[in-house]
């Protein structure tokens, strides 16, 4: 069966683009979701792909996916495979559909300030072509130099650069897609589209679920004619909070707003209280006037000026963990091995969105839970807006207290349940995937039901990315 498959795509899109060899298929098979850090998605995690093919133009995807429609068998999407919530991992006897070879930068046109990419540029590779034509990518995330523009549209991934120019759905201006049937559709790359439902929303957030970027165009900022970055040091957490709300309530708006309050007993950075880092990027009037009511807001909050080297050194090394991510997992020889290492768990680390009313309550309810759970705190933090809201938290194995440990997937669900009954939602930053898609009945929205009645009817045998945001 897998040879007769293989022989059918090779028929289609030649044999040099496909492969059914094991090691090539494990290379492929999921993302940075360790199997530990899964927690109910896991079982989940043991599908097996089939093949792994690599197209190298639209035709190609069209063809493709035409095939899996008739012949019933799964596709699944992959970028840089650097999600971390498992929408990229295989279901079983799926085909990969591999996107890198598609990575050509087609046009950077700082007339029309925008750009039009194919899905498997590296961010990086986009952010240096902007660069070269004296513009600015306005997504810039972590993993920047491992992650791919067609991956951060599909999980509408957020960057350090979102709180002035917002998350990677927001750079879209317009995109082409094959759909799950093997049609090609075109969005136009203009600002505005006449009617709803647009196809950019349709594609942005919904993991290679309805379609397959097979182009985008996105939006071109000025390179900033300066940019200033300023750390504040805060007594406590709720300082620095309300600090950041203030911010946003006078109309301030920086490039970006980093703020966390840390606590490693074990000798790792943790210092008394929370550190803002906040970025102004822009034309020099913009950038001072911004600085200046910052500076103002914060020390109003008791926020003093942090140590300047301190800070360059936070924005020299923000994209580190990618570089990382690279060395350890990507260039592995065993990959899946690899990122199950890496993987706890003990662990998670949690980005959700709330109204700004409700964060300081809701993180106490958190502690309340966590307390009674035996679960540490290891940091909270904001990203870009007062709304964005995660936590990095430990399970205590105290082996001397003779008691089971607590469930970390039960902590995790109370929580994210939590953030939607008070009016937010349960991730921010990284999609649904696998990991999360059994909380999705109750997240605000579309609503699961219609959700599911639009992938039906553009994918009535449900061969694309399925199992993953919309069940
Ligand atoms: C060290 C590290 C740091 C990270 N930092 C950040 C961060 O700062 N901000 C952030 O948002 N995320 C971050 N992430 C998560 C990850 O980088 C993002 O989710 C990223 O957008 C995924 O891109 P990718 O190309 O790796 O996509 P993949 O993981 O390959 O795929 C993600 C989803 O998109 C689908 N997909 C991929 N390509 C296409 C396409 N062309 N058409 C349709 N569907 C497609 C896949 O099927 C899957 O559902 C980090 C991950 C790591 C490992």
Known sequence: MTGALAADLSRLIGSGSVSADRQQIERYSGDALGVYRAFRAAPRMEAKAKVVVWPTCTEHVSSILKYAQSSRVAVVPYGGGTGVMGAAAPVHDCII????RMNTVLDVDSRDMSARLQPGVVLEDAYAA???QGLLMGHDPWSRPIATVGGAISTNGMGYLAAKYGSMGEQVLGMEAVLPDGEVVRSSGVPKPSYGPSLNSLLIGTEGTLGVVTEATLRAFPLPEKQVIRGFDFPDFESGFNAVAQLYAEGVRPAMVDYGEEFW???GDTKDGATLFLAFQGFREDVDAHLARSLDICGRFYGRLGDQKE???????????????????LLS???SEARRNRSSYRMDYLHVALPTSQVLNYRKKCQGIFQHHRVVVREWSLWARPEFFSFLILR??????NEDPPDMADVVDQVLRLAQQMGG?????????????????DEPGIGLKAAQAIKKALDPNLILNPGKQMG
């Not at 939602?425 to 696998?434: A, D, K, N, W």
């Open 265 to 267: 007993p074990e000798g």
């Open 396 to 401: 205590e194995d105290d082996a001397a207290a």
């Open 425 to 441: 939602s349960m991730e921010y930053c990284h999609g649904v995937g696998l990991k999360l898609a059994h909380l999705m009945t």
């Open 130 to 132: 902007f660069r070269g």
């Open 333 to 335: 020889d065993r990959p």
């Open 97 to 100: 559909l591999n996107l890198q």
């Open 311 to 329: 800070t360059e050194k936070f924005w020299e090394t923000r994209h580190a963990s990618a570089e990382r991510y690279r060395q350890q997992v």
